[in-house]
């Protein structure tokens, strides 16, 4: 992402949940700041409350470089809108070259497992074309929500070439939600021999549970990549209230264990694939504004099938014997979670 903000002419938009004042983010500045000094136009679109650490003197001197920054819903004078945020990640380079998924801006994500023993698991996606520029107009929502001025975005052009079929689903408080829930819905009821989900924030709502029982009745080898460890435990013991449903109804679930996961990918049938910033919770399904891309093409459902497959080689496959004879602790927290699955 860096090399690609490096050979930017005109422009750059950079859209984060969670970006830190830490060695990456300091990095990201750095690229950004040159990038404004040659000319080009930089603007910087950061959650308020998903990069609360990051100071004051951060931001300020993004803004001594010209670099156009804004806070999405700060505390104030947005209280009551303070719920709601912006969990969106999203790079867009002059409006054809773009990147999107579940990556932040900070070291867990921009180093490597041996440089840096805490670096989480990630997908992220790299697109160029079109895709590009709706990604631009995605960003652009959030820019003037947070009281960005407007700029302008002329039609899109044409594409050249044949390249993978892409339809950005993208979703805000009070549009989209539905939408993204329908299309994600309709991806797993359409599968017919394989549908591997893998997801950070595993706390869905009970009809969840049953689309994807009804995968398995029709023969659909369905399997959940979930975390074996998280940054969020309280989210983690409310997926676990699911998994005795889940279990009974033949899916099959892997808790991944060399890092925190925080990757949400699906890949059905080999054929259709789906990166992005969404969970499998109630958080990104009402009160976050989101971003994903379902792609449509073997060469993308191979690299992200590829990617499955090793993730299971460091991953524990939880079994409905075992885990029925769970201690009765662990228990009481996931029934007590689960039901916090709401406001979690």
Not at 48 to 69: N, P, T
Not at 173 to 199: D, F, K, M, Y
Not at 268 to 280: E, Q
Request: aromatic share 10%; with cysteine.
């Amino acid at each position: 992402m860096c090399r690609a903000m490096e050979a930017a002419r005109q422009e750059i938009l950079v859209e984060a949940y969670i970006w830190k004042d830490d060695s990456t983010g300091q990095a990201f500045l750095d690229v950004l700041a040159r990038a404004a000094r040659r000319g080009v136009a930089v603007r910087v679109l950061a959650d308020a409350y998903g990069s609360l650490s990051a100071r004051s003197a951060f931001w300020q001197r993004m803004k001594d470089h010209r670099i156009e920054v804004r806070l999405f819903h700060p505390l104030f004078p947005y209280l009551w809108f303070y719920p709601l945020r912006n969990h969106r990640k999203i790079l867009v380079i002059d409006r054809g070259l773009a990147y999107t998924g579940g990556m932040n801006i900070s070291d867990e994500y921009g180093s490597s497992r041996s440089a840096h023993p805490d670096a989480w698991r990630d997908t992220h996606a790299r697109v160029e074309g079109p895709t590009a520029w709706e990604l631009a107009v995605v960003f652009s929502e959030g820019w003037i929500r947070a009281g960005g001025t407007p700029f302008e975005l002329p039609s899109l052009r044409p594409a050249a070439g044949d390249g993978a079929r892409i339809l950005v689903l993208d979703s805000r408080p009070g549009r989209g939600h539905l939408e993204s829930a329908s299309v994600l819905s309709a991806i797993v009821q359409a599968a017919q021999v394989s549908l591997w989900i893998t997801n950070a924030y595993f706390a869905p709502k009970p009809l969840a549970i049953d689309i994807l029982g009804r995968a398995v009745k029709r023969g659909v080898d369905v399997r959940l990549l979930l975390p074996g460890r998280s940054d969020v435990a309280l989210v983690r013991h409310a997926g676990h209230g699911y998994f005795s449903d889940l279990l009974a109804r033949g899916v099959r679930i892997f808790e991944y264990k060399s890092a925190i996961l925080h990757a949400k990918s699906m890949v059905a049938d080999g054929f259709v694939s789906v990166v992005g910033s969404t969970n499998m919770d109630f958080r990104s399904f009402h009160f976050n504004a989101e971003c994903n891309l379902v792609i449509l093409e073997e060469k993308t459902a191979r690299t992200l099938s590829a990617a499955f497959e090793e993730d299971l080689e460091e991953s524990v496959e939880i079994l409905e014997g075992l885990w029925n004879r769970r201690r009765r602790v662990h228990r009481a927290a996931d029934w007590f979670a689960r039901r916090l699955s709401p406001i979690l």
